[in-house]
């Protein structure tokens, strides 16, 4: 069996979440050093699954979509991502959101 070989990808829109987090952490928090800490977590993180990034459980949303959206924990935010067939056999796990636990993700996802 031949193992499937995953691709990352990132929307506009996650960078702009991560943005978002860290700098509320870093000027309005003045806590630099866990927003370089939380950057580090979620690079870590991600980087963990993309081998495995079908392995999980989908999260089952409210509303109907192409592909199904995985999550990653991560401190007290979640990173949605989707996996979407690509060319020659690899797959691209495409990461959509990064979340703080506390936000309502119904709106967001």
Do not use: C, W
């Not at 079908?54 to 109907?64: L, T």
């Not at 703080?100 to 996802?109: A, P, V």
């Amino acid at each position: 069996m031949r193992k499937t070989e995953y691709v990352l990808s990132y929307l506009p829109l996650f960078y702009e979440d991560l943005e978002s987090q860290i700098m509320y952490i870093s000027e309005v928090l003045h806590n630099i050093d866990a927003a370089y800490d939380l950057l580090d977590s979620i690079e870590q993180g991600i980087l963990e699954r993309l081998p495995v990034a079908e392995a999980f459980e989908p999260y089952h949303s409210h509303k109907e979509r192409r592909y199904p959206y995985y999550r990653i924990y991560i401190k007290d935010y979640v990173v949605y991502y989707v996996v979407i067939p690509g060319e020659d056999g690899k797959k691209i796990m495409e990461v959509r959101r990064i979340l703080h636990t506390l936000q309502d993700r119904d709106g967001y996802i």
